[in-house]
C-alpha cells in the first residue's frame, strides 16, 4: 500500500518518505516517518507532526531538528503533507494561506473543495494506515503541529481522543473563528455559517468538554511572533482550558518568533513531554 520515495539513515534509524493512493482525498499522498532502531518483533509509540501553511511532509524532518531525540525516546515521527496535491481546482494555488498547502486539516463542506479537501479524514485513515504498515503501537499514538498544524492538532485530538492519547503544539491558531486566517479558510471551506465552524475550532471544542487530557496540554508561543496578537488567540484556549478544567502548560517565550529556530529550540521538550503521556 505504500511506494517508498526515499530512505536516509538518520540517528541509528531511518527518515523515509513515503507515497500512497489516499481514499478519504480521492488523490495520492506523501507523508514522511522516521523510525528509529525498534527491536525485532517490537512496536513503538508514535507522533503524528501536523505543518503549518505553505508546508509539505518535507518541512518538519528537514527542519525541526526532532530525529535525534526521536531515536533517544524511541518514538516513531509522522509528518503528512498539508493538503491535497494535483486536484486542478481552479484559484487552489492563488493565495499562500489557502488551497495548496493551506488545507486545515478539515473536511469540506463547499464545492469545488468537498471533493478531496478531505484533510480530517485523512489524518484518521493515515493513522490506519501506518498501525498496519510500520510498527507503531496503536494504543501509543500523541499528535502536536505548529500553527495551522497546532490547530489541526487540538481540534484533532480533541475530536478523537481514543485514537491520539496526548497533544501539544507550537503557536497554534487556537481560535480559528475568530482570526483572518481562520475566517478565510473557513468561510471557503465551510460556508457562512458559523455554528459550522465550531467543530474545527480547538477553544470552541474544549468549552464544550471536561478535561479531555487529564495528564495536560502542552502550547509552547514566542512572544516576538509577528501573528500572536492577530491570528493565534492562545489566551482564548487557555481560558477555555480554565473552564473545561483542563491542566494546561502554556509556556510563552520573550524573543521567540513564528519560525522553525523556535519549534527545534523547544522540540526536545515536546517529545519527552509526549513520551511521558504515552508510557
Known amino acids: 500500500m505504500l511506494e517508498l520515495l526515499s530512505e536516509h539513515a538518520c540517528f541509528g534509524g531511518v527518515q523515509r518518505f513515503y507515497r500512497h493512493a ?20 517490537q512496536t ?40 491535497p496535491r494535483g486536484a486542478s481546482i481552479a484559484g487552489e494555488t492563488d493565495a499562500w494561506d489557502f488551497g495548496a498547502g493551506a488545507g486545515f486539516y478539515l473536511d469540506a463542506t463547499e464545492e469545488p473543495w468537498s471533493k478531496y479537501y478531505r484533510m480530517f479524514s485523512y489524518l484518521l485513515e493515515l493513522h490506519a494506515l501506518v498501525l498496519t504498515e ?36 507550537f503557536a497554534p491558531i487556537a481560535a480559528p473563528s475568530r482570526c483572518p486566517w481562520g475566517e478565510k479558510a473557513f468561510s471557503g471551506y465551510l460556508g457562512g455559517d458559523r455554528d459550522a465552524w465550531k ?20 502550547i509552547d508561543q514566542g512572544l516576538a511572533d509577528k501573528f500572536l496578537e492577530q491570528q493565534l488567540y492562545p489566551e482564548a484556549f487557555e481560558a477555555a ?7 494546561l502548560d502554556l509556556r510563552r517565550h520573550p524573543g521567540y518568533d513564528h519560525g522553525y529556530y523556535f519549534i527545534s529550540t523547544f ?10 503521556q504515552l508510557g
Do not use: W
Open 44 to 83: 513503538l509509540p508514535a507522533l503524528f507532526y501536523l505543518a503549518g501553511l505553505t508546508c509539505t511532509e518535507e518541512t518538519f524532518p528537514s527542519k525541526a531538528g526532532a530525529q535525534r531525540a526521536a531515536a533517544r525516546e524511541g518514538l516513531i515521527l509522522i509528518a503528512p503533507d498539508t493538503s
Open 199 to 218: 467543530q474545527y475550532d480547538a477553544s470552541e471544542l474544549m468549552l464544550a468538554m471536561q478535561a479531555p487530557f487529564p495528564g495536560g496540554i502542552l
Open 134 to 169: 510500520l510498527p507503531v503501537n496503536g494504543a501509543k499514538v500523541g499528535i502536536f503541529g505548529h500553527s495551522m498544524g497546532g490547530h489541526g492538532a487540538l481540534v484533532t485530538a480533541l475530536k478523537r481522543p481514543d485514537l491520539f492519547r496526548s497533544v501539544s503544539a
Open 267 to 276: 522540540i526536545d521538550d515536546h517529545l519527552r513531554f509526549h513520551r511521558a
Open 241 to 247: 482550558c480554565a473552564k473545561a478544567g483542563q491542566p
Open 22 to 41: 489516499s481514499a478519504a482525498i480521492g488523490l495520492p499522498m506523501r507523508f514522511s516517518a522516521f523510525i528509529p532502531a525498534v527491536p525485532a518483533g
